[in-house]
């Protein structure tokens, strides 16, 4: 088992910036043998994946958030972050952490995460 805790979600206005983390506990092997992700859900949309992360630290962004925000994960500590940067009012979601191997995944219960002015 996994467990997945979210922080760091706010209000923030337009051009700000917000720092999310996520907290694993439970199955070490699980937690430093996944690929982690952020995904987000705006209001009437679908779930998108906004970030990775694999094992090795290779990184895949969303087209939308290229240059703004950055992945990162301290194996160390069994957290995985989101640096979002020059957010803009598109960027309004609910922000899940994700741990996922070939034939598991977990999720975390999200964050939400307002840009507003």
């Known amino acids: 088992q996994v467990q997945l805790v979210e922080s760091g979600g706010g209000l923030v206005q337009p051009g700000g910036s917000l720092r999310l983390s996520c907290a694993a506990s439970?199955?070490?092997?699980?937690?430093?043998?996944?690929?982690m992700g952020w995904y987000r859900q705006a209001p009437g949309k679908q779930r998108e994946l906004v970030a990775s992360i694999t094992t090795a630290g290779n990184t895949n962004y969303a087209d939308s958030v290229k240059g703004r925000f950055t992945i990162s994960r301290d194996n160390a500590k069994k957290t995985v972050y989101l640096q979002m940067n020059s957010l803009k009012p598109e960027d309004t979601a609910v922000y899940y952490c994700n741990a996922h191997a070939s034939n598991w995944d977990h999720w975390g219960q999200g964050t939400q995460v307002t840009v507003s002015s």
């Open positions: 439970g199955n070490i092997f699980r937690i430093v043998s996944s690929t």
